[in-house]
């Protein structure tokens, strides 16, 4: 992340690190250039980002990376947001993910509407233009969903006891 962000940086793009705090004790992440947003959980951090973003890119990484695009792709599967969701393929990396992903779908745990949520690419022109020209197709079912802290309020039930 260190290194795209001070790529972003040189180019006088803007720069947005959201950090969980207990990763700044000691410097762990490093200096961010940019904008930082501290932030108390991990959770907290991935809806900041999804209301912040217009589209997510996973580069080749390790498990909080596939927690983080896995999230992703299961809120725009439920409809949480309707936001690109891609890999840069460097060197055949997400290869064996892809292959898992459509294997999923050929075993039908996958739908191919939710198969379509996860665009790919080798380069990184060629997964932007596929992030621009990408339409969300909801699942109409779980399209009805409401996911607004409003719209998740119990409804009270009575519990008065009549004798």
């Known amino acids: 992340m260190g290194c795209v962000s001070t790529a972003v940086a040189q180019h006088e793009r803007q720069v947005l690190g959201i950090i969980p705090s207990k ?3 000691n410097n762990l992440v490093g200096e961010t250039c940019g904008k930082e947003i501290k932030v108390a959980t991990m959770q907290e951090r991935l809806v900041m980002m999804m209301e912040l973003s217009d589209a997510f890119i996973a580069l080749p990484g390790g498990f909080g990376t596939l927690e983080e695009l896995f999230q992703m792709i299961s809120w725009a599967q439920l ?5 690109p969701i891609g890999v840069l393929n460097i060197n055949g990396f997400f290869n064996g993910l892809l292959s898992f992903v459509d294997h999923a779908v050929k075993q039908e745990f996958i739908t191919p509407r939710a198969r379509k949520i996860l665009i ?6 060629e997964l932007v233009d ?3 020209a990408f339409r969300f197709e909801s699942d109409p079912a779980l399209s009805k969903l409401k ?6 309020q119990k409804e009270k039930l009575d519990l008065t006891l009549r004798l």
């Open 130 to 132: 596929k992030l621009q």
């Open 23 to 25: 990763f700044t004790v």
């Open 147 to 152: 996911w607004s802290p409003s719209s998740s």
């Open 120 to 125: 790919s690419a080798t380069t990184a022109d």
């Open 79 to 83: 409809s949480i947001h309707n936001k």
